[in-house]
């Protein structure tokens, strides 16, 4: 193939090009090569202008206006492009919702004393979101407390209510606009399930109505099982903490056991913390000749595991085949959400072997040890052992190990950030006013290989962060941040002025990593408690969202949580809605007068850029702030 010797056309990363090397000559195919197959991509699909909901098509509508201009059933562009980008709303809730209920189910079981290897680490945290779910504590130890918060969440996974208990977080403002729009998240199950029926051929033709409820949708993730799932992980497994750790390829050890951890829920990989450092277990490793075992993560469950106990990250979403080609991993265990199908394969090219844990995911190629509350411990220790007995058949002529671990500040909490400004929001606010900050941005997302895989996302962030505007990421741009040194106090010389000065004096990096995916609404907690202490709403605040590199369809859902709460966002890649100029017209502007913010996309990270600041710049000027 012709394009191999090119690598630096897929990725900004110096290791990454250096891992494709390798893997060219392991004969081992990744992403890229795949994605190269695919070429072109199909125009309708990626207009939004195909459907294939019911069996009288599938249909195709012709963009240039020559051929059918709607489905079987007489659906037009505009109702096509809603109700697949509906569809793609649901399913993005879907998965970061249920991973919430695992976490929930998880605390109802520890409640019980069910989840042995399981403690509630957060008590204050457990009794402070009790209180907000009505939870009387008085008196109650924190497992009776535990069990009724769990059942309490559960409610607001179902039916029975008018409106999501967490809403009550948003500002009075905000709150108000959702209940005139009619999109007040009411269960978050149901909203998901609503969207599959509106878009069931014959129900909701009406493309605005059908959009509207994919805000409703959107929120039951943001303000509902998202922020369950972050809820409920600090309370079972601690608050993160501002802590050292490391990030790239680098973090893996030639002379270790190296296990990576993939996937989304903390439920498994929490357990894995503690069996890597049983000292039987080190013991058995330094009988293969090993000097210890090594764990890190890649993607979410591994920026999980990064904000709570400092576990290095190797990569994220485009560097998690590569990870394997290093030929130093002795074990991957998978949750779910995000695992490319492919990996199995990559890992068979090697010695690595392959686990998967989860009911609802399992993978070709990969050995299932299913994971529940009641055997994770055990299943850990078990899959440790089995870790680092494979460490004898690694080939040590197919180690390669490309660079050195990078420094990184990690563990920024919305309890966090407060503690560090000592106590409340006011010192940013007053930074803020001052114009030393001039507001903030959340960068976060995917790789996707449309795009060189990081050029999207530390491009932008340069300039922000150039423009004095602070930065926070959740999901896999943190690792691409993270390698480029963004997160470590030395980054400071690449801030403006202003954001130095205030950052060097907390002590803090200019971008700040605050998660994991359903970790994006940590932001949305933190811009509520902002504008309540303004006395403003969200979409009045000097802040911005970006996704420049997005390519999950949970990434569409966050995207639409953060425009319906207020907040203006950018998409790097354009999602699949340029059939309906209608569609296109409403979430780019029309938005705005609907709720208060819009999206834009832009997939030139520059021009982004360019459009966060102006964006940022504005919204200073509506509040009265200076404004460049
Ligand atoms: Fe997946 Fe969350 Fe995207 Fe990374 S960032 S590719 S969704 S792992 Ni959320
Ligand atoms: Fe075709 Fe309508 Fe069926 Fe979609 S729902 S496949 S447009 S007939």
């Not at 969207?195 to 493309?207: A, E, K, L, S």
């Not at 764990?295 to 994220?316: D, F, I, Q, S």
């Not at 299932?368 to 411990?377: G, S, T």
């Not at 203006?568 to 409403?586: A, D, E, R």
Request: aromatic share 4%.
């Amino acid at each position: 193939m012709t394009y191999q010797k090119d690598y630096s056309r897929f990725s900004i990363v110096p290791e990454t090009q250096l891992m494709l090397e390798k893997a060219a000559r392991d004969q081992v195919e990744t992403v890229w090569d795949r994605y190269q197959a695919q070429q072109p991509h199909c125009g309708f699909c990626e207009m939004g202008l195909s459907c294939r909901i019911c069996m009288m098509g599938p249909c195709r509508i012709d963009p240039f206006g020559e051929g059918p201009q709607t489905g079987v059933c007489g659906a037009t562009a505009d109702i096509m492009v809603a109700r697949n980008l509906g569809r793609m709303i649901a399913a993005g809730a879907a998965s970061h919702s249920d991973h919430g209920r695992d976490l929930v189910e998880l605390l109802a079981k520890v409640a019980k004393g069910q989840a042995p290897g399981y403690t509630i680490k957060d008590p204050a945290k457990l009794r402070r979101v009790a209180a907000e779910f009505g939870v009387q504590a008085d008196g109650k130890d924190d497992l009776s407390i535990a069990a009724e918060l769990a059942d309490a969440m559960f409610d607001d996974y179902g039916s029975k209510k008018d409106s999501l208990t967490l809403l009550s977080r948003a500002p009075r403002q905000r709150r108000e606009l959702w209940q005139k729009l009619g999109i007040t998240p009411r269960g978050i199950d149901r909203e998901t399930s609503e969207m599959m029926h509106r878009t069931h051929m014959g129900v909701d033709n009406d493309w605005v109505s059908i959009l509207l409820h994919g805000m409703r949708n959107a929120l039951s993730d943001g303000w509902g099982g998202s922020m369950i799932a972050t809820e409920v992980s600090d309370i079972l497994f601690g608050t993160p903490q501002p802590a050292k750790s490391t990030v790239n390829l680098g973090v893996l050890k030639e002379d270790q056991v190296n296990i990576i951890v993939h996937g989304h829920n903390p439920v498994v990989s929490e357990t894995l913390v503690a069996a890597c450092q049983d000292p039987e277990l080190i013991r058995l490793a330094e009988r293969q000749g090993a000097t210890g075992i090594n764990l890190a993560g890649v993607c979410c469950t591994g920026n999980e595991l990064m904000m709570r106990h400092g576990v290095p990250m190797a990569g994220n979403h485009l560097s998690t085949e590569l990870v394997l080609v290093t030929g130093a991993v002795e074990m991957m265990i998978v949750d779910y959400q995000c695992i490319m199908p492919a990996i199995s394969d990559v890992a068979a090219c090697y010695h690595t072997k392959m686990v998967s844990t989860s009911n609802k995911a399992k993978f070709p190629g990969m050995e299932h040890h299913e994971f529940h509350p009641e055997n994770a411990r055990q299943k850990a220790a078990t899959l440790v052992k089995m870790a680092v007995e494979n460490f004898t058949r690694r080939d040590k002529n197919k180690v390669y190990i490309p660079s050195s671990p990078q420094e990184v500040i990690s563990g920024i909490s919305v309890e966090a950030v407060l503690a560090a400004l000592g106590g409340s929001a006011e010192p940013l606010i007053a930074a803020i006013k001052a114009g030393k900050i001039r507001g903030a941005a959340g960068v976060v997302g995917c790789n996707n290989p449309r795009i060189k895989q990081d050029f999207g996302h530390i491009t932008l962030t340069s300039r922000l962060i150039a423009n004095d505007i602070l930065v926070v990421d959740t999901g896999c741009v943190s690792v691409a941040h993270a390698r480029a040194g963004f997160k470590t106090l030395e980054a400071l010389e690449k801030a403006g002025p202003g954001l130095r000065e205030v950052c060097g004096a907390l002590g803090i990096p200019p971008v700040l990593h605050v998660g994991s995916c359903v970790d994006n609404v940590r932001i949305l907690v933190l811009l509520a408690a902002l504008a309540n202490t303004l006395g403003c709403d969200i979409s009045d605040l000097p802040v911005a969202g970006s996704a420049p590199e997005w390519y999950s369809e949970k990434a569409v859902t966050i995207g639409c949580y953060f425009v319906a709460s207020g907040v203006f966002t950018h998409l790097g890649p354009m999602p699949p809605i340029t059939g309906s100029i209608n569609i296109v017209k409403l979430l780019t502007e029309g938005l705005k007068d609907v709720v208060g913010a819009a999206f834009a996309v832009e997939p030139d990270p520059e021009k982004a850029a360019a459009l966060l600041i102006r964006h940022i710049e504005a919204k200073r000027a509506g509040l009265g702030l200076d404004s460049r």
